[in-house]
């Protein structure tokens, strides 16, 4: 008997190893949060518990130096990803399509979505406050499983629904830009802060 695993999604867990440039990048954060009144106001009419620059600021790397070497950081991460996800570029990368700040406040969270007209995109977690929740992904095929029996508590991370990847303060997580995604609701008492960010092709 043979079984093959098939159809394989990728998360790729890497880090930043900076700690200065993590500290750098929590200042610059909590000061966007504090000045970016468009950001606010954002946030605040589409219900997000807390605050992210996703539709106000679209130069954040071209604004501070913080977020430059981020991005610097994250072209040799995520061409790293590309390789392992055996994609056939042609000779040209992944360019960082947009990167925005978030500052979830304690009992925040994210509803699950995916980033359309991306290739990769992925998040770099700043600050976690004990209790904070990770980055829940979800089984691409859950919509066809109309009668699926439940899988066994202590089943492998590839046959599982739902998959929760802890991070830590320097962590950075790439997924293909189609694989569903959220943030859950923890029990911390401190802001939640992280960076996220697209890449298209």
Sequence with gaps: MTVRTLFASLLYEGSLDDPAL?????????????????????SKA????????????NDLPQRDPAFADLKRALDRHVAAFAKECAFDLGGRKLKLDSLWANVLKPGGAHTAHLHPHSVVSGTVYIAL?????????????LPMMMAAPPRLAD???A??????AVPVAGSVFLWESWLRHEVPAGTGKGERIS????YRW
């Design 159 to 164: 046959l599982r629904t739902f998959v929760e």
């Design 195 to 198: 960076v996220s960010f697209n």
């Design 46 to 57: 589409h219900g997000y518990r807390g605050y992210t620059s996703y539709a106000s600021l």
């Design 155 to 157: 089943a492998p991370d």
């Design 129 to 141: 406050p004990e209790g904070a929740r990770g980055l829940k992904l979800e089984d691409p095929r």
């Design 22 to 42: 993590v500290a750098d990048l929590e200042a610059s954060c909590r000061a966007l949060a504090e000045d970016d009144g468009a950001g606010r106001r954002w």
